[in-house]
């Protein structure tokens, strides 16, 4: 077992994630459970002395079986939450994650066969306009969609209520 870029301090917990925006036919990638109430986007921890950008084509390997290539970092991504569920419950939760635009390989086909902490993972082609009416995180993913952007950009999201 690899060991993640993250700790547990207390009730806080922190972790360094590589996630992919995977967009086909005007439709975003999210994976979902049948443990949590909302969908997630495609990614994972980066392990010690492993780069993002093999974290991320490990991760989206993964989750959705398929190889895809990096097309560039899009986002740099502070996100603060508390969660109240799950293995993280009741922590104060702080990620760093490096959202990677992949390269579009013109098909929605994938070969799914993923679990997270037991549980499977399914996968979901959101399209982007519909997105606000979905409990998806990172909740920057739809407005970031709808508008251009030249090199990387830094979004900070706090979601802790």
Same mark, same amino acid.
């Given at each position: =077992?690899?060991?993640?870029?993250? #700790? ?5 917990? #922190? ?5 992919? &925006?995977?967009?086909?036919? @005007? ?5 979902? @459970? ?6 997630? /986007? ?5 392990? =010690?002395?492993?780069? !993002? ?12 079986? +398929?190889?895809?290539?990096?097309? $560039?970092?899009?986002?740099? $991504?502070? @996100?603060?939450?508390?969660?109240? !569920? ?7 939760? $702080?990620?760093? !994650?490096?959202?990677? =635009? %992949? ?8 070969? /799914?066969? /993923?679990?997270?902490?037991? +549980?499977?993972?399914? %996968?979901?082609?959101?399209? &982007? ?6 409990? !998806?995180?990172? /909740?920057? =993913? ?6 251009? $952007?030249?090199? &990387? ?9």
């Amino acid at each position: =077992m690899e060991h993640d870029c993250g #700790f547990n301090k207390g009730k806080k917990w #922190f972790r360094y994630r590589a996630a992919a &925006i995977i967009v086909e036919d @005007n439709c975003v990638l999210f994976a979902g @459970n049948e443990t949590d109430t909302y969908f997630y /986007s495609i990614g994972g921890a980066v392990y =010690m002395g492993e780069t !993002a950008e093999d974290a991320v084509k490990r991760e989206v390997f993964e989750e959705t079986g +398929v190889d895809y290539e990096i097309d $560039h970092l899009a986002v740099i $991504h502070e @996100n603060f939450f508390y969660e109240k !569920a799950g293995t993280l419950k009741n922590r104060d939760c $702080h990620e760093i !994650a490096f959202y990677f =635009m %992949m390269k579009p390989r013109g098909t929605k086909e994938l070969n /799914s066969n /993923s679990f997270t902490q037991g +549980v499977r993972e399914t %996968m979901h082609w959101i399209p &982007i306009e519909d997105l606000d009416k979905y409990k !998806a995180y990172p /909740s920057f =993913m739809k407005e970031y969609l709808q508008n251009e $952007h030249c090199g &990387i950009e830094h979004i900070v999201t706090d979601e802790r209520k």
